[in-house]
């Protein structure tokens, strides 16, 4: 029976243990999404795994209890949940960058191995905290006919913990201080309150445990001392962080190219030289989508662009490199991609330029404007927002488009599967009368064009050779080179709506035919 000041402490204890389980639960997802990325496949894994954990905890620590109903027995359980938390992103680091390396090598044994032994790292810490309810519940309990009142109180307090521990690491501690330093917060408020609450029953038990926070000190030294992903040859790192969406992280090559990766780093999302504008990659091809209008079609008509998927700007320089100060829209949900390329990707000097760090439709339904361009660059396997592939998030596009206005979007397919692509197809012309297709060279990339008018793939050749003697040969190239890449648009039978967009169910599908086709040996592009 607990005194009433071991009862309070005994509460705060709880809600502590349930703030932490939840914030575990959500760092273990950020963990893993810097690699694999946070399909609904992934969250399942990461969920699924952690309900097992903590099932097997309140099964253990009823019996527990009942065996050794001690309020020191409850602090050492916790003590060492404390200490096993902490080791978790100490001993992941390493299982981690392998996992980012084979990721990017498309090794699809050694990925799944990395991260199988991640989540099993989690088993005995989560599950030493689902001993702590109906541990405390068995120490709460006063007499036999408050056994109800006293067990709703406690799962009580646990469940707004988990409550707090949804929100606090997500809003505040990462994208303040980085996954791996959010595992370590949260170990040490739970050693914390193990410690007191073990130093009130046995003052020498506790002294004992400060070897704990020493050995965490000592290894967090040792294995935080590098980024996760290194850097490509001949290249060094600019930036590497963690925001509230994103593993964020910047390279700069001898030749003085910076390049903007993400996660884990499958694919380049800018690119920037402070004297180059045209990289003959995915960004020029967006760069010929007005051009698919009938001619003639002049540089002058071009008036305003929106980007969905800002990233670093790539689009946006080229854009008013060769139109000058057109007014452009940019949306990044990332503030911290916004702040990190005003940094390292110059899109301070792009006075006509306005960001917005929310989600590309929200905005887009938000704005009254008309774009002669709405450039959609946020579609990159697996992370692929099924929101905005639908029919009715093209029908909103169609509402901001003047009738010489068209939409681009970028699709990820591989050389041999390209049912998305197909499927986009199909979902785009449920809308507009036209959509063109170019491959971009030497990637598992696709541009998708759809006209507000009926077009032919023909009128992209045709304005090129109407262009003004002055246009930018940065235009020029753009569109010669979409030229040499124009592939026949073929529609799927699948339509994707609001209602019905298995998007993910699709790209699992095409990931793992092409990684079981050997994919390794054909990702050797940037994209």
Not at 71 to 96: D, E, G, H, K, Q
Not at 222 to 244: F, H, T, W
Not at 450 to 479: I, Y
């Amino acid at each position: 029976m607990a005194s009433k000041t071991s009862q309070r402490y005994l509460y705060l204890t709880v809600f502590i243990c349930g703030m932490s389980t939840l914030a575990l639960e959500l760092s273990a997802s950020r963990l893993l999404g810097n690699v694999f990325g946070t399909s609904n496949l992934i969250w399942a894994n990461v969920i699924g795994l952690m309900l097992l954990y903590l099932s097997v905890g309140y099964f253990i620590g009823g019996r527990w209890a009942d065996r050794s109903p001690q309020f020191n027995t409850l602090f050492r359980i916790i003590l060492w949940a404390s200490f096993l938390s902490a080791l978790i992103p100490l001993l992941a680091r390493p299982v981690l960058r392998t996992a980012a390396s084979a990721v990017f090598g498309a090794e699809a044994g050694v990925a799944l191995g990395s991260f199988v032994s991640v989540l099993v790292l989690f088993s005995i810490p989560v599950t030493l905290l689902g001993c702590v309810s109906p541990f405390a519940i068995r120490l709460a309990v006063s007499n036999v006919s408050s056994t109800g009142k006293t067990a709703g109180q406690i799962y009580a307090l646990s469940t707004i913990g988990s409550l707090v521990g949804t929100f606090l690491p997500v809003l505040v501690l990462i994208p303040q201080v980085g996954t791996f330093m959010t595992f370590i917060v949260f170990a040490a408020l739970l050693y914390l309150v193990a410690f007191f609450g073990l130093w009130q029953q046995q003052p020498r038990s506790a002294l004992v445990t400060l070897w704990m926070p020493v050995v965490i000190g000592l290894l967090i030294g040792l294995v935080l001392n590098g980024p996760l992903r290194a850097a490509a040859a001949g290249a060094e790192i600019l930036y590497d962080d963690d925001s509230a969406y994103n593993y964020i992280q910047v390279q700069q090559d001898a030749n003085g190219y910076r390049y903007l990766y993400l996660n884990e780093g499958q694919g380049i999302h800018s690119q920037w030289h402070p004297d180059i504008y045209s990289y003959q990659r995915t960004w020029s091809f967006f760069l010929t989508a007005p051009y698919f209008n009938n001619p003639p079609y002049r540089p002058d008509e071009v008036e305003s662009l929106a980007i969905v998927g800002l990233a670093g700007g790539t689009i946006a320089r080229q854009y008013s490199h060769i139109y000058g100060d057109i007014p452009i829209d940019g949306i990044e949900i990332d503030p911290d991609i916004i702040e990190v390329s005003k940094q390292f990707f110059g899109m301070d000097e792009l006075p006509k330029l306005t960001t917005y760090a929310e989600d590309g439709r929200l905005v887009l339904n938000q704005l009254s404007k008309k774009y002669s361009l709405i450039a959609v660059d946020a579609y990159r396997p697996p992370y692929i927002p099924w929101h905005l592939t639908t029919v009715e998030f093209f029908q909103e596009l169609k509402q901001h488009l003047p009738d010489d206005g068209v939409v681009a979007i970028n699709v990820g397919r591989t050389d041999t599967d390209r049912r998305l692509v197909d499927a986009l197809t199909a979902t785009m012309l449920e809308v507009f009368p036209s959509v063109h297709a170019m491959d971009v060279p030497l990637s598992f990339n696709t541009i998708l064009v759809a006209t507000d008018q009926p077009t032919e793939a023909s009128n992209l050749a045709a304005n090129l050779a109407l262009l003004p003697a002055d246009a930018s040969p940065v235009l020029r190239d753009a569109l010669t080179l979409g030229i040499q890449h124009i592939v026949p648009a073929q529609a799927s039978d699948l339509v994707f709506t609001d209602d019905h967009a298995p998007v993910e169910t699709l790209v699992d599908s095409l990931v793992l035919n092409f990684l079981l086709a050997g994919g390794a040996e054909q990702l050797n592009s940037e994209n």
